[in-house]
């Protein structure tokens, strides 16, 4: 049974730093590029931070550009989010997802989500 499932969300103060992780079952997860997104109240799911099968490549928002890193652990089949300096505007559910990289076609996969909200 495949499952995606994140932790680490909270209620943390502006300038604050949560870690999120998300734990992966089920899948061979170093096939598997995966990704953080996030959806706020009315906005569309949005995409924060990706990361390639051997960690080797990043991407992120501009919003999270130099605060957010991302990081993952084959062995471990998590990756991670860190998140630094947060602002109310990083308020929103976070969703991992994965998504397969290998010879043929896989279905992708989310998790849950975790909430974040950031205030004072």
């Known amino acids: 049974q495949v499952q995606l499932v994140e932790s680490g969300g909270g209620l943390v103060q502006p300038g604050g730093s949560l870690r999120l992780s998300c734990a992966a079952s089920?899948?061979?997860?170093?096939?598997?590029?995966m990704s953080w997104y996030r959806q706020a109240p009315g906005k569309e799911r949005e995409l924060v931070a990706a990361?390639?099968?051997?960690?080797?490549?990043?991407n992120y928002a501009d919003s999270v550009k130099g605060r957010f890193t991302i990081s993952r652990d084959n062995g471990q089949k998590t990756v991670y989010l860190e998140m630094n300096s947060l602002k109310p505007e990083d308020t929103a559910v976070y969703y991992c997802?994965?998504?397969?990289?290998?010879?043929?076609?896989?279905?992708?996969?989310w998790g849950q989500g975790t909430q974040v909200t950031v205030s004072s």
């Open positions: 990361i390639a099968t051997t960690g080797g490549r990043t």
């Open positions: 997802k994965a998504r397969y990289t290998g010879w043929g076609k896989k279905p992708t996969y």
């Open positions: 089920g899948f061979t997860f170093s096939n598997y590029d």
